[in-house]
């Protein structure tokens, strides 16, 4: 009996720790896993008080209506919000399943070519009061939307312009499968999380909200179809700028929505920079794929592996001349490898945005970027000016954080 009781208390004491380390969020994936709640939806409906003998201590409070019926909101003004808390999406219009048309390879990337489809499409107009619909797919998913669908029954709702969707909204199609409990709403994190960095803590100006679409298709083979049909040789995902679709493979939970997260970055990048350079289009999709996003702040990791591989490539002198590097196109990579390509424009991003004097250099450059969309602009002239020894001493300040000051970022 002793024995069982330390055991029970033993998991007791585990299970505190756990909900004293846990976000809100997993609080509520918790409730869900014990049976409180049948469903993310109902758990962001639940409280959760302790009550015993002269004390009353609340564990988890409901969320307020607001925050249960908007997923996708505005995060406009830079400053730091906690994370989306409902499973209904808000979308321009109700889900479909478009065929994908990529691009086709070469220098300008992937996804084709981004000045061939015109400007970012804008699903909102900024600042207005939108008019929501609230109405029950075919599936039975609770969707929120600026359009009436042609057939349902609908709820309009008022909405200010604070809660409309801000830097993006999206469509989700899961291709072959029902996903599995929350995985749409840690998506829609997901992708909240990625448009406030790459517009908000790098400092983008003046850019358009961005209407996505998403699709998450099961089966090597099904994938394999879609991807043959562009051109490309890819077993995990790709875009295209012509649908601004975003097509991954699923490969569990976690993987899956890191894929999400690299090819999403591409469409945003592409929708307001136009041609990207490459290192630099790939490096941050390749920073965004490593982040984790926690209430009101996001890290990108610096995989320990990753890093001392780097340097092993470096001290052999097998990786291109930095000039070399940063005005490469896509067939270079193709030459070089992915295993070398993307972990060293992984490492030049990681490296410029770990310190706030280099992350301004990001900053401008971007900005530089967007204002010359789609029109000749020199990035290499632009990094010899700005970075403190030009580019010669961006390489020297690489090398040496390359030997030892890695570290992840916070934002």
């Not at 969707?143 to 709702?157: G, H, I, N």
């Not at 291709?175 to 790459?198: A, K, M, N, S």
């Not at 994938?223 to 049909?229: D, E, K, N, P, V």
């Not at 310190?355 to 020199?378: I, K, S």
Request: aromatic share 8%; glycine share 8%.
């Amino acid at each position: 009996m002793p024995a069982l009781l330390r055991i029970t208390a033993l998991v007791l004491l585990v299970v505190i720790v756990a909900w004293q380390l846990s976000t809100d969020d997993q609080r509520r994936r918790l409730l869900v896993a014990f049976g409180v709640a049948d469903s993310l939806e109902q758990a962001a409906l639940t409280g959760l008080t302790l009550v015993g003998p002269g004390f009353q201590i609340e564990l988890l409070e409901p969320l307020p209506p607001v925050q249960r019926y908007v997923a996708i909101r505005q995060r406009g003004d830079g400053s730091p919000s906690s994370a989306p808390t409902s499973a209904p999406k808000l979308a321009t219009s109700p889900a479909t399943s478009p065929s994908p048309r990529a691009g086709t390879r070469g220098s300008i990337g992937h996804g084709g070519d981004p000045c061939a489809v015109g400007t970012a499409r804008n699903p909102t107009r900024a600042g207005a009061p939108t008019k929501v619909h609230r109405y029950v797919d075919a599936d039975g998913r609770v969707v929120f939307s600026d359009r009436a669908p042609a057939a349902a029954e609908t709820q309009k709702l008022a909405l200010a312009g604070d809660t409309g969707v801000g830097r993006f909204s999206a469509e989700y199609d899961f291709d072959g499968l029902t996903p599995p409990l929350g995985f749409q709403h840690q998506l829609e994190i997901d992708l909240d999380g990625v448009f406030h960095f790459l517009a908000d803590d790098l400092g983008l100006r003046g850019v358009q909200p961005v209407h996505l679409r998403l699709r998450i298709v099961h089966g090597q083979p099904r994938f394999a179809r879609l991807a043959s049909a562009t051109g490309l040789d890819t077993t995990s995902g790709f875009y295209t700028h012509k649908d601004n679709l975003a097509v991954v493979r699923w490969m569990g939970d976690a993987r899956t929505r890191a894929v999400a997260r690299h090819e999403i970055a591409h469409l945003a990048l592409g929708n307001w920079l136009g041609r990207t350079p490459l290192w630099l289009n790939e490096g941050l999709a390749e920073v965004v794929e490593r982040m984790r996003f926690q209430q009101s702040f996001a890290i990108a990791d610096a995989p320990a592996r990753r890093i001392a591989r780097l340097r092993r490539l470096e001290r052999a002198d097998r990786l291109p001349a930095l000039q070399t590097f940063l005005t490469s196109n896509r067939a270079d990579w193709n030459g070089w490898g992915n295993d070398l390509a993307y972990p060293y424009a992984w490492s030049l991003v990681h490296f410029l945005l770990q310190e706030p004097a280099r992350q301004r250099t990001v900053t401008g450059l971007l900005n530089q970027l967007a204002a010359h969309r789609c029109r000749p602009f020199d990035h290499l002239a632009y990094l010899e000016r700005d970075y403190i020894g030009g580019l010669p001493g961006l390489r020297r300040d690489w090398r040496r954080w390359l030997a030892g000051e890695a570290a992840p970022l916070h934002f």
